[in-house]
């Protein structure tokens, strides 16, 4: 059985920041990427950031140079810290764990995060 327990979600201005912060517990084993999602109404569901394994990291281009992605292996915690946020940034953030030799999935239960004036 695996957890995912997010934070940080919240209610900001365009231009500002929030911190999203995902602690994975429970059966954790061999893990292949931890990672952030978003899914706006009516949209599908689609990568914000990724840091894979060997520190790698991946972000969607319409976040680069304003999101940074990063972990804390000893707590099995991936932090999104999100700058000059724009309300095309407004979704549900989810977090995803990927690990195993089977590459399991799971995900968080979601963190709303509005960006509004």
């Known amino acids: 059985q695996v957890q995912l327990v997010e934070s940080g979600g919240g209610l900001v201005q365009p231009g500002g920041s929030l911190r999203l912060s995902c602690a994975a517990s429970g059966s954790i084993f061999r893990i292949n990427a931890m990672g952030w999602y978003r899914q706006a109404p009516g949209k599908q569901r689609d990568l914000v950031a990724r840091?894979?394994?060997?520190?790698?990291?991946n972000y969607a281009d319409s976040v680069k140079g304003r999101f940074t992605i990063s972990r804390d292996n000893a707590k099995n915690t991936v932090y999104l810290q999100m700058n000059s946020l724009q309300p095309e940034d407004t979704a549900v953030y989810y977090c995803n764990l990927n690990m195993g030799v089977v590459s399991m999935d799971y995900w968080g239960q979601g963190t709303q995060v509005t960006v509004s004036s």
């Open positions: 840091i894979m394994r060997d520190g790698s990291t």
